[in-house]
């Protein structure tokens, strides 16, 4: 049973007042090597929903072409009408890695889906692992290093009445911190969103200020 290869590292997600909110930088790395700088480890999910994977890339890339299967094969069944969410979805993809690492054959991806269903404004944040462990119910989810060195600071600072601004602000100084931390982590980040008045939206990527040439270095 071979490991991850083409690794993304960590992925955040929080709610916050007006709906959900992932981000993750666009790094993937080959063992200690960055190969790729400039790729999306996250995708729309249906109408209601996204999803984000950190870990190996070829599996993400394989979540996406089973989740955008089985989305295409929900409208067929229901005549254009999809009755799947943002939660259905996150336990079939729990049940899939289930299945797969019973088989000794695991997608090697922490995968986390944010949305909002549209029928009863449940806001919804779900995190499921390679052996198919689901984690629901938390205010935000990090994955990767981000859980042990950022988890303080979303602890500290998060607050349900977070605006998207300030929401943005504490991904940000996480992503710093993850910056200098994380030797397989970038500058170059995404964040998008979930809101029941925009739906979802799919940022563009942009570079953080993080550098490391400090005053109190030379003091």
């Not at 254009?80 to 690492?101: E, L, S």
């Not at 060195?149 to 504490?170: G, H, I, K, P």
């Not at 993080?210 to 270095?217: D, G, I, K, R």
């Amino acid at each position: 049973m071979s490991g991850p290869v083409n690794v993304g590292t960590s992925v955040f997600a929080l709610k916050y007042k007006d709906g959900v909110m992932v981000a993750a930088d666009t790094a993937i790395s080959y063992g200690g090597m960055r190969k790729h700088k400039d790729t999306s480890r996250m995708d729309k999910l249906g109408e209601e929903a996204i999803f984000s994977c950190s870990g190996e890339m070829a599996d993400f890339q394989n979540f996406q072409k089973l989740l955008t299967q089985k989305y295409e094969e929900d409208l067929i069944e229901n005549d254009g009408a999809c009755f799947f969410h943002p939660k259905d979805y996150f336990n079939w993809i729990a049940r899939t890695q289930y299945q797969r690492r019973l088989k000794s054959d695991p997608l090697w991806v922490t995968v986390v889906v944010a949305g909002i269903n549209k029928l009863d404004n449940e806001v919804f944040l779900g995190q499921s692992d390679f052996h198919g462990t689901k984690v629901e119910g938390q205010n935000y989810l990090l994955t990767g290093l981000a859980h042990h060195y950022c988890s303080v600071l979303f602890a500290n600072n998060w607050r349900a009445d977070m605006t998207e601004q300030e929401a943005r602000e504490l991904i940000e100084s996480c992503m710093k911190v993850m910056f200098f931390r994380d030797k397989k982590a970038h500058d170059q980040i995404q964040i998008s969103t979930v809101t029941l008045q925009d739906g979802v939206k799919i940022g563009e990527p942009y570079k953080i200020e993080a550098s490391t040439n400090l005053e109190f270095c030379y003091n």
